[in-house]
């Protein structure tokens, strides 16, 4: 049972144009969102996170934007660099529940 | 400040011999967790310490699996016997709210 869902698994952007990166979960309870960022031979890091009585969240470059009502969020980085290019994971958790990762979406940020 | 600290980076075992990893978690942090993460996949949580005790091992393949968080700090993994399908990265995250924070990860590779 995938409760959260990154349907694409591989993204490829130009330099300087958007990045989106997609999210979709199951499950209502879930109340507190992030987004973690993988580089190979590397543990995941933390990059942003959202909770549920927001719908934007913004860092830098990096926003989050919740849809409670669809169930989606969305990863958007702009302008999107090189040193982007990275596995990101999408994960949700709270209402008791343990923390869920989808499966990730690799992208490639051409020069 | 030191960050989640995992060790050996890379096993090479044949089927049913045992295994080990170790993780020394960052300093304070109360909440400790080891994630399965199989190629193509994201992390999935195999079991969550709380100082010394389990919070959710609900995912943890007892019969082969096993953990331990003596006196609430460092925390070794073992898998005895191990089968080829255990071939994956062990990450080992802790945290002091909901973000987590990720070790390098061990990758285990079962001939």
């Known amino acids: 049972d995938q409760q959260v869902k990154q349907n694409s698994p591989s993204l490829s952007v130009q330099e300087g144009r958007i990045s989106i990166l997609n999210c979709d979960y199951t499950?209502?309870?879930?109340?507190?969102f992030l987004w973690y960022k993988k580089y190979p031979a590397e543990g995941p890091t933390f990059l942003i996170s959202?909770?549920?009585?927001?719908d934007k969240n913004e860092d830098g470059r990096f926003t989050v934007f919740l849809n409670k009502s669809a169930k989606h969020l969305s990863l958007h980085i702009v302008p999107s660099q090189p040193g982007d290019s990275a596995v990101y994971f999408c994960?949700?958790?709270?209402?008791?529940?343990?923390?869920?990762f989808g499966a990730g979406t690799r992208l490639f940020v051409k020069a | 400040e030191a960050g989640v600290a995992q060790s050996p980076r890379y096993k090479i075992i044949e089927k049913r011999q045992s295994v080990a990893f170790w993780c020394n978690p960052i300093s304070g942090h109360a909440t400790l967790y080891w994630y399965q993460q199989i190629l193509g996949q994201g992390p999935k949580l195999l079991i969550q310490f709380q100082n010394n005790g389990v919070v959710d091992d609900s995912q943890l393949p007892k019969d082969r699996f096993s953990a331990e968080r003596l006196k609430g700090v460092d925390s070794t993994l073992k898998i005895q016997p191990a089968k080829l399908e255990d071939s994956a990265v062990y990450l080992c995250?802790?945290?002091?709210?909901?973000?987590?924070?990720f070790g390098p990860g061990t990758r285990l590779l079962v001939l």
């Open positions: 959202i909770s549920s009585i927001k």
């Open positions: 499950n209502s309870m879930f109340d507190y």
């Open positions: 994960a949700a958790s709270g209402g008791g529940f343990k923390t869920i």
């Open positions: 995250a802790s945290s002091l709210a909901e973000t987590q924070y």
